[in-house]
Structure formats: structure tokens, C-alpha cells
């Protein structure tokens, strides 16, 4: 996996999702190596079969909930000549669910995938994206990680404890050269939502935006000058910062909608 001096190689988690996939082509079209982690080696297979250049690329299948498959996967980057410039945290799991309706096994599992992996991972391969000319880590979080929404209270919480993570090691890598990114999507046309969750967004007039788009997104990122989070999204920039200054507007507008939010929870987990 030679890189040149405008390609990097790069550790893509959850490569085999809607936005993984969207990303794995960008970034290779671009011509950089991808080490392609997901939990179905056949579906990683597949995908890197239609990236340019197959042979770049190396599929690593992992389920990063496992400490002794991450460990293996991490075993894998550090044996490679070309090291690892870029680790790009973008696996992840949502569940739509009043807190009453989710129990300690969903709890952990989302916890665990969106938010503590993505903390094992960032610190196992420190090493590796410190001695990089280009060392960077980009963070998938989500707009509700910022705007507490009924229904994801646990997907919020692990979102946004990636993003106090996300702004930590910001600040605690300043002084070196790796660049520490931070993206935060709304809804995203995904698997990931089930025929509640379209709904739901459908009748509270939320908008979403394709996987291509938040993989321009991301790139924009990975190839600006320094450090940086994003927000995707409008109004749901907006609602953030006011979220921010003024929360009881937005408690009041949501509780308004609790109706709503109830019923296709309720579908959702019957």
C-alpha cells in the first residue's frame, strides 16, 4: 500500500454502511489506500471489488464491540509498511426507543459501538497517526448529539460524548501535527432507519441528506488546513445554537410534539 505525497492511507470503520460506502468511494476515487473495517468480510469484499484501484485496499472485518478482534485489527495496522495517516471513526448504531422501552443490552451495544470503540480505536492507533506527516482523525457524530430528541435519548448521549471526546483531543493533540475533525450530520438516508423512523421524520417535516453528501462533507474536512467541526443542515444549525443559548425554546417545541414521537416510537417497539 504505497501512498504518494497527496494519498494517504486510511482506517475506515463501518465502511459497508450507507456512509461508509459513500465514503469509500470518494476517498478512493481520490486515490487513497483504505483499510476497510466492517463485520461482514463478504459485503467488505464486495465493496472493495467495485472501488478504483481494488488492490489498494484491504478489507479487515471486526465487530469493534469484541476487545479481542479490535486488538487483531489493531495488530493489522501497526504491521503495515505504509502505516496508518488517518482513522476515520464512522461506525455506528441508532435506536429509536423511549428510554422505558430500552433495556441494558441496547444500552451497551450503542454505547459501546458509537462512542467507546471509536475512544479504543483513537487511542491504539495514536501512535501510528503521530508519526504520520498527515496524521488525522475524523468523528461521525450527529446533530442529536448537540439537540437532546425524544426517542434517542441513548443514540444522543453516546453522540454527544463523542463530541466532548472529539473536542478534548482537540486540544490535547494542539501542539502536534495531527488534525483532530469533528462532523455532525442531521438525518441521513440510510438502512439505519426503519419505516418508524422515516415516518416519524416525514411527519415532523425533519429533512435529511443523502450519504454522498455527507461524505463531501467529511472530505472537505480531511483535506482542509487545520482543525475543524462541521454541522450539517439547515435549520438544524440553527436549532443547535439555540439549543445552546436558550434550551427551554427548544423543550418547549419538542414536548409540543411528544404526541407524535410517542406513537411511532410505540410502532417501532411494539
Known sequence: MENTDKTRT???TGASGGIGNALAHSLAVRGHSLLLQGRSERVLEQLRSELPE???????????????????????????SSGVDVLINNAGVARFALLA?????????ILETNLLAPMAL???LLPLLLRSPRGA?????????????????????SKSGLHGFTEALRRELGDSRVKVH????????TSLNTDAVVELNRALGNRSDSPTLVA????????GGRSARRFMGWPERLFIKINAVLPSLVDSALVKKMPVIRRFAEQNHP
Not at 478489507?59 to 479481542?68: E, H, K, S, T, Y
Request: glycine share 6%; net charge negative.
Open 10 to 12: 486510511i482506517l475506515l
Open 54 to 80: 481494488a488492490h489498494r485496499h484491504l478489507v479487515l472485518p471486526a465487530d469493534l464491540c469484541d476487545a479481542q478482534q479490535r486488538c487483531e485489527l489493531i495488530r493489522t495496522c501497526h504491521s503495515l
Open 101 to 109: 422501552d430500552t433495556d441494558d443490552t441496547a444500552m451497551r451495544a
Open 122 to 124: 483513537t487511542r491504539d
Open 137 to 157: 482523525v475524523i468523528n461521525i457524530g450527529s446533530a442529536f448529539g448537540h439537540i437532546g430528541h425524544p426517542g434517542f435519548s441513548i443514540y444522543g448521549a
Open 182 to 189: 469533528y462532523l455532525a450530520p442531521r438525518a441521513v438516508d
Open 216 to 223: 463531501k462533507q467529511c472530505l472537505a474536512l480531511l483535506e
